[in-house]
């Protein structure tokens, strides 16, 4: 899977929905080579842009940024998903999730600039704060010491539109932060997800996505802890570590949630 910083999460954004790219994800999980994509999503209008050549730039962002996988867990995960119909209430979370680990900005603008903002108790995000850790990211990072100050204040906005259209934010020049609670089947797939590209992780309140469960590291243990998870996991804790194995497999975990939507 490719580590390069991108803008691609943010040509993602753009979209006025994701319903196309989770019929890509599907496609390609039914064995479709990325040239079938390109010649049964390129020639039609399902993306609402005008041009093949905007089509193509939005599918070489899907094929960098959707379809790359951290291993054959991850992908497993991620196609058995969405070949679910009545996985749907989930297609967004997922796809949030799935975003972390395939692009890279996004997991660094979701970790360094929305996550603090949610823990600090601020209620908005600006256009600004995004903004100003792409320039202070560009100081270190190769791949982005070439990117425009426009091309960051696209990228910094578009992302912030991605966010929203994933229920993260509401409004449209004010980004306001929405209170996230996770519910049960969405902590099933988070911990999937942990366990399926971070598979060396022994404690998962090391993993680097543990913030995502939207709660206080402090209160995590009782969170994990919830008898109904241990349905899909061994739990054992000791003092400040959790560490968690699968017992089934994940069609089986998606068929248990799917039932239960």
Same mark, same amino acid.
């Given at each position: 899977?490719?580590?390069?910083?991108?803008?691609?999460?943010?040509?993602?954004?753009?979209?006025?929905?994701?319903?196309?790219?989770?019929?890509?994800?599907?496609?390609?999980?039914?064995?479709?080579?990325?040239?079938?994509?390109?010649?049964?999503?390129?020639?039609?209008?399902?993306?609402?842009?005008?041009?093949?050549?905007?089509?193509?730039?939005?599918?070489?962002?899907?094929?960098?940024?959707?379809?790359?996988?951290?291993?054959?867990?991850?992908?497993?995960?991620?196609?058995?998903?969405?070949?679910?119909?009545?996985?749907?209430? *989930?297609?967004?979370?997922v796809?949030?999730? *799935?975003?972390?680990?395939?692009?890279?900005?996004?997991?660094?603008?979701?970790?360094?600039?929305?996550?603090?903002?949610?823990?600090?108790g601020?209620?908005?995000?600006?256009?600004?704060?995004?903004?100003?850790?792409?320039? *202070?990211?560009?100081?270190?990072?190769?791949?982005?010491?070439?990117?425009?100050?426009?091309?960051?204040?696209?990228?910094?906005?578009?992302?912030?539109?991605?966010?929203?259209?994933?229920?993260?934010?509401?409004g449209?020049?004010?980004?306001?932060i929405n209170?996230?609670?996770?519910?049960?089947?969405?902590?099933?797939?988070l911990?999937?997800?942990?366990?399926?590209?971070?598979?060396?992780?022994?404690?998962?309140?090391?993993?680097?996505?543990?913030?995502?469960?939207?709660?206080?590291?402090?209160?995590?243990?009782?969170?994990?802890?919830?008898?109904?998870?241990?349905?899909?996991?061994?739990?054992?804790?000791t003092?400040?570590s959790?560490?968690?194995?699968?017992?089934?497999?994940?069609?089986?975990?998606?068929?248990?949630i799917?039932?239960?939507?």
């Open positions: 899977m490719k580590e390069t910083i991108n803008s691609n999460a943010a040509i993602i954004g753009s979209l006025p929905s994701f319903e196309v790219i989770y019929k890509i994800i599907k496609f390609v999980s039914e064995g479709n080579s990325r040239d079938e994509i390109i010649k049964n999503f390129s020639d039609t209008n399902l993306f609402n842009k005008r041009t093949e050549e905007s089509r193509l730039r939005i599918l070489r962002a899907v094929d960098d940024s959707v379809l790359q996988f951290k291993n054959q867990k991850h992908a497993k995960l991620i196609y058995r998903v969405y070949n679910e119909v009545r996985m749907k209430q *989930h297609y967004d979370f796809f949030f999730l *799935h975003l972390l680990v395939s692009n890279r900005l996004f997991y660094l603008i979701g970790k360094n600039v929305y996550l603090d903002i949610y823990f600090s601020r209620m908005y995000i600006k256009n600004e704060d995004v903004v100003a850790f792409l320039y *202070h990211l560009r100081e270190t990072e190769l791949d982005l010491q070439k990117w425009t100050d426009s091309t960051i204040k696209t990228t910094a906005s578009k992302t912030l539109t991605l966010l929203k259209k994933l229920h993260f934010l509401e449209k020049q004010k980004k306001e209170h996230i609670t996770i519910n049960h089947q969405q902590k099933v797939l911990i999937c997800m942990i366990l399926s590209v971070e598979p060396e992780i022994n404690n998962l309140l090391e993993s680097k996505y543990i913030g995502f469960f939207f709660t206080e590291k402090v209160n995590l243990i009782s969170v994990l802890k919830d008898l109904k998870l241990t349905e899909y996991f061994d739990i054992y804790s003092g400040n959790i560490n968690i194995k699968v017992k089934k497999d994940i069609k089986e975990i998606i068929n248990a799917s039932n239960r939507a």
